[in-house]
């Protein structure tokens, strides 16, 4: 994700997307972010209801079970 010189945009948003990438990618997400992002400019994100059981099952079995290197994708 790149999007040129930066300050390009308003409003961000990403539909659980985060919950896909690992932590240092997540990080690099958000500071990309940042720099496109307009003065006042938001950032929209969803990650998984964790509150719920069966996702934070489904997200713990695929942690204690990814490849290294290899990006979330069971969400």
Known sequence: MHLGSGKATKCE????VLSHLLHKDSYRYLREAYRVLKPGGK??????EFKIPSHWTVFEEMVNHREEGRLHTQF
């Open 43 to 48: 950032v929209v994100f969803s990650v998984p």
């Open 13 to 16: 948003s990403w539909v659980s």
